[in-house]
């Protein structure tokens, strides 16, 4: 078993339940972080804030770790349900101090919030926006080897339109 972080004593039962319950299907995986990682779409600087719940994973990830660590579905499911009940009372980072209220010397006043995404989607590393470029350019590689596909039988059928025609 890992030599784990000490998890905050303020976490909510749901979220340390849920934090215990992650980190022990990782050390069954027998991965390292950065193992992990790879295995994933997921950093290893993402999981160490997952496993530390400093932030809260996304579904996918959770998934992605019950793939790696051969889950059956219906195990991988109560992860997700596990998941849904940590993730709606994780605990909220504190609002930033409006730019305007540092200015004034005014200190407490809080931007007003747009909902748009949920707070841990907004708040990913620079690691989490490097994997979904890599992602990206995963996906443009195999748009553009499927291009030149269809060119090369384009260019195979009038050959042989012309050869045999």
């Known amino acids: 078993m890992s030599a784990w972080q000490p998890l905050p004593d303020d976490l909510p ?6 934090v215990e319950q992650v980190r022990g299907l990782k050390d069954r995986t027998g991965l390292s972080l950065a193992a992990l990682g790879a295995r994933t779409a997921y950093s290893k600087s993402s999981w160490q804030r997952y496993l530390n719940a400093t932030q809260p994973p996304p579904r996918q990830a959770i998934a992605a770790l019950c793939r790696v660590a051969g889950l059956t ?13 940590a993730v709606q009372v994780w605990p909220r980072p504190p609002a930033p101090v409006a730019e305007s209220a540092r200015q004034d010397g005014v200190y407490g006043v809080y931007e007003e919030e747009v909902p748009t995404l949920p707070w841990w989607v907004e708040s990913e590393s620079a690691g989490d926006a490097r994997d979904a470029r890599a992602s990206g350019d995963s996906s443009r590689r195999v748009l553009l080897v499927a291009v030149l ?15 045999f025609g």
Request: glycine share 8%.
């Open 13 to 18: 039962p749901e979220v340390r339940h849920f």
């Open 73 to 85: 579905p219906a195990d991988a499911e109560r992860f997700g349900v596990r998941w849904e009940l």
């Open 149 to 163: 596909l269809v060119l090369a039988l384009g260019l195979l059928a009038v050959v042989g339109a012309v050869a």
